[in-house]
């Protein structure tokens, strides 16, 4: 195995100047009890001093987050996302097609193939999810939300045919979400990624056994409904996540985001419980496992190559 780091797929840049160029927030005080980060996206670079996925591993490490389930978003950062996997003890992965990106390839005729090659890359052993896919009215203009809607009906039934879990991206769209996972049938582990939600879907959640992962959005000031919804929550459906290199917990908003910054999120959300931090991360560590399967077992020979192709 090379010690070379690979280049990043993705730059996040600012919406004034494509620059962001702001420091990462400092490590938070180390959890006693370890848990893992249920959804980045490691491909990106961002802030100051871009971090290769290594060291977001290890400040994580160094802190108590042990692992991360890292997400693809179309063919190339799904299949770079399992590749990671394969070599990296502390990373799982998801594998999907974005659905902001699910309506542009069905308009060009590459949806089959795109799909297809996740088709291929489910099977390989340490991809543990499909996600993240969903349904997304914010970004998607009412003409293309039908082609949004069957992307998502295709994912589902992927996750489904390999026995993954799969992971919602969920914007300004919970009925209809919900509605199509009623009238599809959900995967058994099935987590609304970012939840965005509010007390009502935290009921239905609740009602289907699905799961909620909390993001740093519920440290926002205007999260209410998001904080409600985490209060009704059963503690065995929730999980908790970063969404780097987004949605960085306040104090830190916009800053750059990592894995190593769910602690943050965390205590908020224990503090938010009235619970023990320590009973909170041990619940989150228990659930990641139900809904994953465990990070430990050891990674598979196989495709360096394209880690590799990175660093060119």
């Given at each position: 195995m090379d010690n070379q780091l690979p280049a990043h797929i993705r730059t996040r840049g600012s919406a004034q100047d494509g620059d962001r160029a702001v420091a990462y927030p400092p490590a938070p005080l180390p959890l006693e009890v370890g848990v893992y980060d249920n959804h980045a996206h490691l491909e990106f670079a961002d802030g100051d001093n871009p971090m290769a996925f290594t060291e977001h591993?290890?400040?994580?490490?160094?802190?108590g987050v042990l692992g991360v389930v890292q997400v693809g978003t179309d063919v190339e950062t799904s299949t770079w996302s399992a590749a990671l996997a394969a070599r990296e003890p502390r990373v799982l992965a998801?594998?999907?097609?974005?659905?902001?990106?699910?309506?542009?390839?069905?308009?060009?005729?590459?949806?089959?193939?795109?799909?297809?090659?996740?088709?291929?890359?489910?099977?390989?052993p340490r991809v543990v999810a499909i996600g993240e896919?969903?349904?997304?009215?914010?970004?998607?203009?009412?003409?293309?939300?039908?082609?949004?809607?069957?992307?998502?009906?295709?994912h589902i039934e992927l996750a489904k045919k390999h026995g993954l879990a799969l992971q919602i991206h969920d914007r300004d769209a919970h009925d209809d979400v919900v509605a199509t996972l009623l009238q599809v049938g959900a995967p058994e582990k099935t987590v609304f990624h970012c939840f965005s939600g509010d007390r009502a879907l935290a009921e239905v959640l609740t009602e289907h056994g699905w799961y909620a992962s909390f993001a740093g959005t519920v440290t926002f000031g205007n999260a209410h409904g998001i904080r409600e919804a985490l209060a009704v929550m059963p503690r065995s459906q929730i999980l908790i996540e970063t969404?780097?290199?987004f949605l960085t917990p306040t104090p830190y908003r916009g800053k750059p985001n990592s894995p190593y910054m769910v602690p943050y999120t965390l205590r908020f959300m224990a503090e938010t419980l009235e619970m023990d931090v320590n009973l909170l991360a041990a619940q989150l560590t228990d659930n990641t496992?139900?809904?994953?399967?465990r990070f430990d077992a050891a990674p598979v020979a196989g495709p360096e190559s394209v880690l590799r192709e990175r660093d060119q």
């Open positions: 591993l290890d400040k994580s490490g160094a802190v998801a594998v999907a097609i974005h659905p902001n990106e699910a309506p542009v390839l069905i308009a060009a005729g590459e949806f089959e193939s795109a799909m297809d090659a996740l088709d291929a890359l489910a099977t390989q896919t969903g349904l997304d009215y914010f970004r998607t203009a009412p003409e293309r939300q039908q082609d949004q809607r069957d992307a998502f009906i295709a969404d780097t290199p496992f139900d809904v994953y399967g």
